[in-house]
T-cell receptor
Framework: ELKVEQNPLFLSMQEGKNYTIYCNYSTTSDRLYWYRQDPGKSLESLFVLLSNGAVKQEGRLMASLDTKARLSTLHITAAVHDLSATYFCAVNLNQAGTALIFGKGTTLSVSS | DTGVSQNPRHKITKRGQNVTFRCDPISEHNRLYWYRQTLGQGPEFLTYFQNEAQLEKSRLLSDRFSAERPKGSFSTLEIQRTEQGDSAMYLC??????????????FGNGTRLTVT
């Protein structure tokens, strides 16, 4: 059974600080997704990582994938309040890629 | 691109009643997914359609749940004889064909079901 674990589950940050969210998964997968969810809202796609060593950056967020270690990271640089949200990573359940298995999410709170 | 639309936004029902939710995907997307999300958890996969064909179902989808996509456009998810454990946010997502399933899923705002 594919398991996706994120840590930490809760993260309280000060504005301007850096931090990393980790996503470990239990079986082989060649693609990983990061989503953001604001309270009461739906999920917004942030990154799709398709190969070992893939790195993508958007603004203050940078995601990377190490398929050998079965690990993805989401690095936050110089956090701002607008980044407060819950971040989910998700991995394909099967080669067909039709079912994503999500982690429990990391709830990020950025305060001044 | 008007996004994925789900109706209703909220549904309160009594245990034992049947409920039906509707999802209208992004128009050019032929793939449609249903997920369920409970508080503090990530979304859980329920089922997947490619056009009108239901190609995958999770074991979470008990026989009280049925999903259809009759013309390959909108989809409905019906829950019969609802139970309190069915209370959750039901999310619909769609994606476009091509790219070997690498396209991200576009999620709707969900239907929040409360079973009393």
């Amino acid at each position: 059974e594919l398991k996706v674990e994120q840590n930490p589950l809760f993260l309280s940050m000060q504005e301007g600080k850096n931090y990393t969210i980790y996503c470990n998964y239990s079986t082989t997968s060649d693609r990983l997704y990061w989503y953001r969810q604001d309270p009461g809202k739906s999920l917004e796609s942030l990154f799709v990582l398709l190969s070992n060593g893939a790195v993508k950056q958007e603004g203050r967020l940078m995601a990377s994938l190490d398929t050998k270690a079965r690990l993805s990271t989401l690095h936050i640089t110089a956090a701002v309040h607008d980044l407060s949200a819950t971040y989910f990573c998700a991995v394909n359940l099967n080669q067909a890629g039709t079912a994503l298995i999500f982690g429990k999410g990391t709830t990020l709170s950025v305060s001044s | 691109d008007t996004g994925v639309s789900q109706n209703p936004r909220h549904k309160i029902t009594k245990r034992g009643q049947n409920v039906t939710f509707r999802c209208d995907p992004i128009s050019e997307h032929n793939r449609l997914y249903w997920y369920r999300q409970t508080l503090g958890q990530g979304p859980e996969f329920l089922t997947y359609f490619q056009n009108e064909a239901q190609l995958e179902k999770s074991r979470l989808l008990s026989d009280r749940f049925s999903a259809e996509r009759p013309k390959g456009s909108f989809s409905t998810l019906e829950i019969q004889r609802t139970e309190q454990g069915d209370s959750a946010m039901y999310l619909c997502a769609s994606s476009r064909q091509g790219g070997g399933f690498t396209s991200p899923l576009h999620f709707g705002n969900g239907t929040r079901l409360t079973v009393t």
